[in-house]
């Protein structure tokens, strides 16, 4: 018999499978890939460097919905926020990968260039260098606690009786719709404000 005309297992298929998995409950194993994709396990690992290098070829994919062009120039608070409105998004498509990719060290050479853009541009902007990552992490903590609170149900607090919680219902009862657009907006004005004063206080 020949060879298939389209290749039977390939990264880019094992990559849409355990993003399909993560996606569903969470997590994936590669057994489960090898039976989804109807092959044995064995032939996975020939194409992929075990779980490790699975999990970075799904933070490669989620990372390739984020724009980055912003980080290249411009004002460097401008291009920060208009990278993390696009870094949320890509999380918040796939919010069940965010405790799987933030929990385990990251090789991936397409992401890791995202963090050197930005990394150079908050230099350039005059950030001192030990608080560069400070910074950086700061930003991913908004961007991905936003990212788990889109999925999060519309109805987050159920209040069964609503006299014991009467400043709590009053609350709830005055929230418009875009509860997390508004959530997001202000915490990342926060925190590009507590930026600018530290960029500030460098020169006092």
Known sequence: MGRPRTPLLDR???TTTAMELVDEQG???VP????????????????VDGRDGIVELLRERVAESIETAALDGGV????LAAWARSYRAAFAAHPKSIPLLTTSPVRAPRVLDQYERAVALLLDAG???????????GLENVVLGSALDLAAPETLWVLADETAT???ARALGATPRGRTEQAFELALAGFLAHARAMLAAYDE
């Open 12 to 14: 880019e298929r094992i």
């Open 166 to 168: 009467p400043h709590l």
């Open 76 to 79: 460097w608070d401008e291009a």
């Open 127 to 137: 950030f001192a260098l030990p608080d560069v990552m400070s910074v950086i992490t």
């Open 32 to 47: 489960q890939i090898a039976r989804r994709l109807g092959v044995q396990t064995g032939s996975v690992y020939h194409h």
């Open 27 to 29: 997590d994936f194993s």
